[in-house]
């Protein structure tokens, strides 16, 4: 232990790298499941010590790579907020792998199996290496190695559109690496420099006439970042990838993969813009909260005219995605605290919901909502967890979605920005429209004759969707953990402030 | 004088700039899937130059320390542009075999095609 | 003799025994005799548990309990306080006179899903449990839409379309209302005075100006949709599709009371009476839950449908309670608390009595009811108490409430709540007295009377029904013969 803790920071990224170089060698689906599954709990394990310690000790634990000094090396820092995510990335990773199997193995075809299970991993590392590293150009590479792996897992899925969605993805995804790779490039310029901490530091005492490129780089990079996080009205490529991506895929990605790119806007910001110079003269907080508006009702409007069920949660996820930036817009500790806790609470949700179209997928083959009909009885289990992650997502005290929304509204008010309050409580509205339409056809529709033998999935799909469930419910009720630490993370970022 | 003189001699960034935008009209104007990936690499490799340009000092050399030597070039960009163009190429890669992938499921690379065979999604 | 429980421990059970009474009942799917006895027993344990926590609470005990916290200051827990006590006490004695009523009415009408009905039921009663002894208003928020949920599933019980556009109506309006305006209203709550904790006097006082109390209560008393104000009434006629069961505890009773049981509790604790009276925010309350009062029975009078002219009546009834607490007087806020006891035994007779002629004779409308008052006698003279109650005559409860809201507002010289009150009444009687008389006073229609059609021979009611029906109409007499708790409770509340 002792000789293994220097070394913590790095870990969480390089034991799903092995894992997929491992899993790579394996022919059989099975084996490689193996692998991921104990890669995934390894890693999850370490993360959350990150965590521990980096709450314990309150100050950035910092690594040098390879033992080159700062800023010439590269550099894992992790602290509150990073390790609070790479937790995140890597706690929901391993709770999906025991559903993963009886999925992967219904849903893809024998001989890529086990290439699923070494991109699955792939894609891990890569969201950890975005999240705990502290260099720039570390992160533009982990992005892409999330990104390449992610179209892959997207084209594995059945449908014919499974490789459009990918192909689609793959060009507004690099479009959006190269934007933030471009935003580097203009930082480093200025700077000299690819450690964000120093990027911070140098650019806090930058000269006044390095103001017009600083500008450009900020804009360069959030276009770049929000095309990741798919903040409306970058938005396109995100429904489809998620619709027709294989199930675990899908709920991987949406629980985790938008969240390491918040993460990122967050730490661009705050901590590396935050203290910058010229921030003043461009609206970005303004153009924040009209595009999370936006995305709030229109994305939610969409979900209530959506025909797949995949795609209906797709949307919801782009409108959940626009309470978090609302939070950042507010840039005030109740707002970003919402914004960070809903991170955690919306990545459990959706992954919870997400997981039970899958168990429907598992059963039935296909997720129209029509086809859902009649599946409170006969898949009772399965019904209830989508219920009560959808009431989450309504916003229903009692449950996590209830607890992220207080705060955003709260922060609202600090703002004196009363309007948004009702903006707040109103979308969650319409996500009352498009839930209770499945609760409708699943309760109140006679099932269809495919239907009629559907039961539950087996326990070991059953077990990770019951766990979020309650984890949904749990983070309703005792916040203390998730807002804690949220609240945590929102001080460390508006430390940068000053 | 004093403004051509400038504009001038920061040349790299205009073919820089050109070839970004450039590269991003083609794949957004463009339905055919392989002109768009066409369109993406030159978009890419416009950052490339982004780096790279700045990264040279006229009369530099490469930064092994000698006493005949007084000015280096930063290699760090071109380093960093290594990694870079490693992730194009991969991209480009990915993105073909996506087209192959795309082709033999429709018959056809055009989107406008595909959207007719699929319907719009 | 065992020792009298602590005070904590009964608020414990009174939360703890519906919620595990909901959780065994699937257990016991397989054998409705042995699922019975459990709702039964639960029934019977939360009754004599409220009942015996009154008299700790009447010494001026106030237990309190604590489940979690989310930040500082912000919990969900729990305190006894004299009025939660008296809403706790008339559910929770209902719900075992109302269960002995279901098991007669579901077995009667061969109702499917028994389970699922029991299960929401006792959920529906726990979230009650939970409303009634909130300690501050995130936790009554919560337990508030825990009940709109639960209630849910029972609305929707029959699954026919008609149902289904019932439950979206009833889970729109109620979860719309509290999402949109109520929590709006405690956020901001919170935000002006830093604590959300029901406290005697009120917390608002000297923390923000008139026109965001109106603004506050106007999003108070509409958010909290339960209480049926107008506009916001369309919920309770749709929800009469429910079995009459649900209708008569729920929508004449735990949820409707939870909501004037609310705003009652928002006004006095959170606005506090003198804050709100010295500010004048609260004057168009009067207006708004007049108009309701009269329009509501205006519309009653012209529903056929006995249950839809019961869901008005009840609209009606719980303006008055909303009215009463308007008013702005300690001794209106009593008439409030002890109207809240008065109609809730009064109304679930006559639920019962509905559901009864439903059972035996299955009748749904007042044109049918010719002459039935001499096949079932029991029924419709405990229809007759309780259109008494209604009304406000004495020798029944619903006298008291009025006779202290009508108190209030002379006091205060309110001249205009007096007329709406006694019009009121009048409209009261013209809807209920018709049914009475057409019960007991006109002939039967010649073809029934035969006994030919398969309708014609009924009788009385099941057994199960009679008893409950009776029970409650007894209680309507015996809570005006004996108010001593309800009033020494509401009197607590505004502490005198």
């Known amino acids: 232990m002792k000789a293994i803790e220097p070394h913590l920071p790095v870990l969480p990224v390089l034991i799903p790298l092995f894992g997929a ?75 999906i792998m025991p559903y993963a199997r009886r999925s992967v193995a219904h849903e893809i075809d024998q001989h890529v199996q086990a290439w699923f299970y070494t991109m699955y991993l792939l894609c891990m590392t890569g969201l950890l290496g975005i999240t705990l590293t502290g260099d720039a150009f570390n992160v533009f590479v982990f992005l892409e190695v999330s990104s390449l792996s992610t179209y892959v897992l997207i084209a594995m899925g059945r449908h014919r559109r499974a490789v459009l969605a990918a192909y689609q993805y793959l060009i507004v995804g690099t479009i959006g690496a190269t934007f933030y790779v471009i935003g580097i490039g203009l930082l480093y310029l200025v700077t000299g420099s690819l450690n964000l901490a120093d990027i911070s530091a140098r650019l806090a005492t930058a000269p006044p006439e390095f103001a017009r490129p600083v500008v450009t780089a900020l804009g360069f990079l959030t276009i770049g970042i929000c095309l990741k996080l798919a903040l409306f009205p970058l938005h396109v490529w995100l429904p489809n990838a998620y619709a027709y991506a294989p199930s675990v895929a899908t709920v991987f990605l949406a629980a985790t993969a938008t969240k390491v790119a918040v993460y990122l806007l967050l730490r661009f910001f705050f901590t590396v813009f935050g203290a910058g110079i010229g921030l003043a003269s461009v609206p970005i907080p303004e153009l924040l909260f009209v595009f999370s508006i936006a995305a709030m009702f229109i994305a939610s409007f969409s979900a209530a005219f959506e025909n797949n069920a995949k795609r ?44 039970a179209l899958g168990a429907v997928a598992f059963r039935l083959g296909v997720v129209q909502i029509s086809d859902l009909a009649g599946l409170g009885r006969k898949m009772p289990v399965t019904m209830a967890t989508f219920v009560v992650a959808g009431l989450g997502i309504i916003g229903v005290p009692g449950t996590a979605g209830f607890i992220s929304k207080w705060h955003l509204a709260l922060g609202a008010l600090e703002k004196g920005m009363w309007p948004l309050v009702f903006a707040i409580v109103s979308s969650s509205l319409i996500a009352l429209v498009y839930i209770g339409r499945v609760v409708e056809v699943a309760y109140f529709r006679e099932p269809a004759a495919a239907a009629n033998k559907a039961h539950d999935p087996p326990i070991s799909m059953l077990a990770p969707m019951l766990l979020l469930a309650a984890a949904t419910i749990w983070f309703g009720l005792d916040t203390r953990a998730s807002v804690g630490i949220a609240a945590e993370g929102a001080k460390v970022l508006l430390g940068g402030l000053k | 004088m004093k403004a051509i003189i400038d504009a001038v001699s920061h040349y790299n960034y205009f073919i820089t700039f050109f070839l970004m935008v450039a590269g991003l009209y083609v794949v957004i104007s463009r339905g055919n899937m392989i002109k768009k990936l066409i369109g993406l690499t030159l978009f890419q490799s416009s950052v490339y130059l982004l780096y790279v340009a700045p990264g040279k000092i006229i009369g530099g050399t490469a930064p092994i320390i000698d006493p005949a030597f007084k000015v280096y070039s930063n290699p760090l960009p071109h380093v960093l542009i290594l990694t870079a163009i490693v992730v194009g190429v991969a991209t480009l890669a990915l993105g073909l075999a996506l087209v192959v992938r795309i082709n033999e499921a429709y018959g056809t690379i055009e989107e406008d095609e595909i959207f007719a065979r699929d319907g719009e999604i | 003799m065992i020792p009298a429980p602590a005070p904590e421990t009964l608020l414990f059970l009174a939360l703890a025994l519906p919620l595990c009474c909901a959780l065994l009942l699937p257990f016991f799917h397989r054998s409705p005799n042995l699922r019975e006895t459990v709702t039964l027993t639960f029934a019977t344990l939360l009754a004599f548990t409220v009942w015996s926590l009154v008299p700790a609470i009447l010494a001026g005990a106030r237990p309190e309990l604590s489940l979690a916290r989310f930040s500082p200051g912000l919990e969900i827990a729990f305190k006894v306080e004299p009025l939660g006590m008296l809403f706790a006490l008339v559910a929770g004695s209902l719900w075992l006179v109302n269960s002995i009523y279901s098991i007669g009415y579901m077995r009667g009408n061969d109702e499917p899903r028994q389970t699922t009905f029991y299960v929401c039921f006792a959920a529906a009663i726990a979230a009650t449990m939970g409303i009634a002894f909130s300690k501050n208003v995130i936790s009554l928020f919560l337990f508030y839409e825990v009940l709109t949920l639960s209630t849910y599933p029972l609305v929707t019980h029959k699954g026919t379309p008609q149902a289904m556009r019932a439950g979206r109506v009833y889970i729109g309006i109620l979860l719309g209302t509290s999402i949109l305006l109520f929590l709006p209203a405690i956020i901001v709550t919170w935000y002006f005075a830093g604590t959300l904790d029901f406290t005697v006097g009120g917390i608002l006082a000297g923390k923000t100006d008139a026109g965001m109390l109106a603004l506050l209560l106007a999003l108070y008393v509409f958010g909290i949709g339960k209480a049926a104000l107008m506009p916001f009434h369309f919920w309770l006629p749709a929800a009469m599709v429910a079995p009459t069961p649900v209708s008569a505890l729920l929508h004449a009773v735990a949820v409707v009371k939870a909501g004037v049981f609310t705003v009652l509790k928002v006004i006095v604790y959170v606005f506090g009476i003198e804050t709100l009276s010295n500010s004048g ?106 259109a008494l109650g209604m009304i406000g005559l004495p020798p029944t409860a619903g006298f008291f409430g009025k006779w202290f809201l009508l108190q209030g507002a002379m006091e205060t010289g309110q001249w205009m709540t007096l007329c709406i009150v006694l019009v009121s009444t009048v409209l009261n009687a013209a809807y209920f007295l018709p049914i009475v008389f057409r019960a007991f006073f006109v002939a039967e229609p010649a073809a029934r009377s035969q006994g030919d059609g398969q309708d014609g021979g009924h009788g009385e009611a099941p057994v199960p029904i009679v008893i409950a029906l009776t029970t409650t109409a007894a209680a309507t007499v015996l809570l005006f013969l004996f108010p001593g708790v309800p009033f020494a409770l509401a009197s607590m509340m505004i502490g005198r």
Not at chain 1, 71 to 88: Q, S
Not at chain 1, 312 to 340: F, H, K, P, R
Request: hydrophobic letters at 55%.
């Open chain 3, 281 to 386: 925010s609260a004057d168009w309350l009067v207006w708004a839950a007049g108009s309701t009062v009269i329009i509501a029975s205006l519309v009653a009078l012209r529903q056929d449908n006995l249950k839809k002219r019961l869901a008005y009546s009840t609209i009606s009834q719980l303006s008055y309670v909303v009215l009463a607490a308007a008013i702005l007087t300690p001794i209106s806020a009593i008439g409030a608390a002890m109207h809240i006891a008065a109609h809730a035994v009064a109304k679930i007779t006559l639920f019962f009595a509905a559901g009864s002629i439903y059972t035996a004779a299955h009748k749904t409308e007042i044109s049918e009811l010719d002459g039935i008052g001499r096949r079932m006698p029991w029924t419709m003279t405990a229809f007759a108490v309780g």
């Open chain 1, 21 to 95: 170089l491992f899993s790579a060698f394996f022919r059989r689906g099975a084996s490689a499941w193996l692998v991921a599954l104990v890669a995934t709990w390894l890693a999850a394990a370490v993360s959350c010590w990150l965590l521990a310690k980096a709450l314990a000790t309150g100050m950035p634990i910092s690594y040098q790579l390879g033992g080159w000094a700062v800023p010439w090396g590269i550099e894992y820092r992790v602290d509150v907020l990073n390790g609070f995510v790479g937790a995140l990335v890597t706690t929901i990773g391993a709770v």
């Open chain 1, 312 to 355: 209906m949660l797709a949307y919801s996820s782009i409108a959940q995605i626009g309470y978090i930036t609302l939070g950042i817009a507010l840039a005030n500790q109740s707002g970003l605290t919402g914004s960070i806790v809903h991170l955690l609470n919306h990545a459990i949700m959706k992954a919870t919901l997400f997981m």
